[in-house]
């Protein structure tokens, strides 16, 4: 039997069998503001309340403006930060490193460092995508993303989550056409105009090795609650 652990969202593990298989990498990919980084903080903070250890990497925003931005949606890390349970911290990214040939294993060797001999379980990149910004060459930026998400699971053999953002308007589930096929699943977040109003929507892409529910749901983000998934988007179109 594969272990499943819960991501933080019931109606999710419902959705995917039960939760996300432990050790294994997931990708949250969507557009800008669609709730990615609140979705990924949800997946930690529900392994914190279970009393496990977990890390979150920030590549675009302050770690800072992170903690403070969690603070108005009614969660509250800092306990968790004081007594070293859980690690947030940012990792800035430089072109010019990776222009020329960044080492996927200094990389992971790196965020080994400010873990600190800690057993992590859930571990968050926010997002992939920045890693590779700025570079032209797109093989380049597949293998390193691919060598990265193969190191952390063979050498600190937490459950990932990794984020990526997609240009606004485009089909494709990520930036570089490789984070969808490196991850165990996918799940896309979404926002939909119907008439007058814009919907969040969430649905699972992809889940390996589980049955997956194929529906598109509604889901708002709430206060102290973050995402909840609401009723089916057909249901919503029947009205
Ligand atoms: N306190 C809050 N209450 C309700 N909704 C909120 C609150 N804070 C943020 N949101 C909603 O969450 C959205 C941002 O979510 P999040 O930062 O997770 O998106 P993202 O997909 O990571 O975006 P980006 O690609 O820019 O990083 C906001 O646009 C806002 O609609
Ligand atoms: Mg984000």
């Not at 603070?71 to 890390?77: A, I, K, Q, S, V």
């Not at 993303?145 to 494709?172: A, F």
Request: net charge positive; charged share 25%.
């Amino acid at each position: 039997m594969l272990d499943r652990i819960p991501t933080g969202i019931p109606k999710l593990d419902e959705i995917i069998g039960g939760g996300f298989i432990k050790g294994r990498t997931y990708l949250i990919a969507g557009e800008t503001g669609t709730g990615k980084t609140i979705m990924s903080l949800q997946f930690l903070l529900q392994g914190l309340k279970n009393g496990e250890q977990c890390a979150f990497v920030s590549f675009d925003d302050r770690i800072a403006n992170v903690i403070s931005g969690t603070l108005n949606l009614g969660w509250n890390f800092n306990p968790y930060i004081r007594s070293g349970q859980f690690v947030p911290f940012e990792i800035r990214l430089r072109t010019e490193d990776l222009r020329h040939g960044k080492e996927s294993k200094a990389f992971v060797k790196n965020i080994q460092r400010y873990l600190r001999g800690r057993t992590i379980s859930r571990l968050v990149l926010d997002p992939i995508s920045a890693l590779a910004q700025g570079v032209g060459d797109l093989l380049w930026v597949r293998e390193y993303i691919r060598e990265i998400v193969s190191y952390l699971e063979e050498e600190i053999g937490c459950t990932t989550v990794v984020t990526c953002d997609i240009p606004t308007g485009s089909n494709s589930l990520s930036r570089y056409g490789v984070e969808e096929f490196i991850s165990s699943g996918i799940i896309v977040l979404e926002i939909k105009r119907i008439g007058e109003k814009f919907y969040r929507l969430i649905y699972v892409r992809k889940m390996r090795w589980s049955p997956m529910d194929m529906t598109i749901y509604t889901f708002e983000i709430v206060p102290g609650k973050g995402i909840v998934i609401g009723e089916p988007l057909n249901k919503l179109l029947e009205k």
